[in-house]
């Protein structure tokens, strides 16, 4: 450790003679390749849950505390939207309900779309507006999609609140089958998370994709059955359609089992469920394949 | 694979990495473009290494100083032992728990209190709410906070802002600490703390990693130096031998881009010890000079010696009378201060009074020399090594 001697001069007085000159490229085998182990990223994401819940809460918290309404507009923007449809299309369009309160209806939608839209909108923005701290810290990327669809849970079960008053309101009882919620919510997580992993992450290497969004929102409301049944797209077309859209049998299976007291059906919900996995599963993969070239073009 | 290594190792073998030279936007039309350009058989996109072959290996408990110019690749190596950033080929290898000492302001959320903040940063950095809140006082108190925890982060002052995503990270207890440039972040006051508290992790067995300008913070804590130089190692050794290589090599390049067209020149100088010997600790030093140029008049010289090029030990001036021809001017210290080591010697000529306002020959290096004698004893782990000179002294008991 001595002041350094007089082999220092040139300042490579430590290095061996003849330095071995840097090969061209990396040895092929030591290649990086981005390896998914299941087991270890299913264990990451658990111990990441303490920062899901802070990331909502920070969300959910920096969201009202400026708003002097706070949590009412998680309950007004359904009710607005919902205001507006039995106007337009209950008085307007004449939309069979088969026999149901046509707001209890359009509710029962409106609350699956608006949990999409959320956390579509803010999902696919959560790495582009974390990107200083994504470019510092690591932490599993997933869990900024994960917790902008955790504060829109929140928002739904406030929603699912105001839909109990309008049961109240209606003087309507939840039909019996309603258990049958559980499995259609399992859908609509699985697909809504596909969509906001696979949006979060394009975000950040095409900026463009953030101007898609308020088309997919504007156009997907009316593209979903939220204001009308499901019934009004053709049988023929239906299958196809939950496959592209899974939305679309969630939000009939949820009416049916709510409202009407039937099982979903068995064939469109399989459909969907199917459908959802793939988005999920597919969504992940392309999001955890992006995911290592996030900090190169941040 | 492998043998397992301990908790604390850090590991690179054959690590590359490469971005991409052009790349600036992230818009639809540049991908298409620069699609429509492979397509058509060009070269596609151009690719620039940031660092090439980078084989590392350090030791639980070692704490190594990452030293080199901007570009050298230092961010970027720390980046992937961070894991926020992956290899083009190679090997990474990180055990335990890694800690980032950075500046996370960029997390902070400025309608929440310090409070809340100090628990998502808590999270963040991997900590659980129970712990984040056993460490909260301290962590207060490191960022100097007092009763502002409460308030919203928005009404703090930039520093504030700072320390406070400084101090949670400084309270975690990591396997491997690595340090990014740190000392930019702060008062003088607050880089202090952050260095004791490096040096507080260090003694506990941390192993750290410290990427920094500021050599003598690093020399300070760091035992081993790897200074990267356009990507690839240029020296791995002792902190001092790689401190020592780097600078030169800065000297190098300012000596390169020499002054001209000044009306005086160093035409020659000498540094010699007693009897033209070799100069020793505590034994006298002759500095000959002799300059060149066609200035006359009243002028003030004056000689400087540094270590390194960044850190200067002393300075001393003499007023000179020039004539016109060369001019032959010798100065003796009858007894050398410095330890063994190599110096820089520096010097310029000014002009006195108001004739020509000023610079006759600039401050610039003029050369190295090297001294021979004692090396200065080590000082104990972690504390720093700011006083360069010798003092002859005698013990008694």
Known sequence: MGGHSAQVVDGRGTEPAARPAVPEGPPPELLFKRRLRPAQTARELWAARELVRALAERDLRARYKQAVLGFAWAVLTPLALCAIFTLVFHRAVKIDTGGVSYPLFAYVGLIVWQFFSNTMNQGALSLANNLSLLNKV???????????????????????GVLGVLFLATWTAPAATALWVLPLLAIQFAFTYGVALILSVAVVYLRDVRHLLPIITQMGVFATPVAYPL???PVRMQEIYCGINPLGAVIEGYRRALLYGQAPDAGLTGIAAVSSLVFLVGGYLFFKKLETGIADVA | ?????????????????????????MLLRDKVESMARRLRGGRGEDWRWALRDINLHIEPGESV???????????TLLKMLTRVMYPYGGIIDVRGRIGALIEIRAGIHPDLTGRENVYLFGALLGLKRREVAARFDDIVEFARLGGAIDRQVKFYSSGMQMRLGFAVAAYLEPHVLLVDEVLAVGDAVFQQRCLDRMREVAEQGTTIVFVSHDLPAVQSICRRGVWLEQGTVRVDAGIKDALAGYRDSIEAQSEASARSGEPLHLLKYEVTGEDRENLTTDEPMTVELTLGGDYRGDATLHLGVSEGTSSPIFQISHEIRLTGDDHHVACVIPRLPLPRG?????????????????????????????VFGPVLDTPPRAVVLAAPVFVPHRWEE
């Open chain 2, 1 to 25: 694979m492998s043998r397992e290594y301990e908790l604390g190792t850090i590991r690179t073998e054959h690590v590359w990495k490469r971005f991409k030279a052009d790349q600036q936007r």
């Open chain 1, 231 to 233: 019934a009004r797209i």
């Open chain 2, 342 to 370: 190599r110096y820089t010697l520096w010097a310029g000529v000014y002009s006195i009074g108001k004739t020509d306002g000023g610079t006759l020959m600039s401050w610039h290096s003029a050369g190295q020399f090297d």
């Open chain 2, 65 to 75: 100083g990452l030293i080199g110019s901007n570009g050298s690749g230092k961010s």
């Open chain 1, 138 to 160: 690591y932490c599993p990327r997933e869990v900024f999609p994960l917790a902008t669809m955790l504060v829109a849970s929140v928002d739904m079960l406030i929603g699912v």
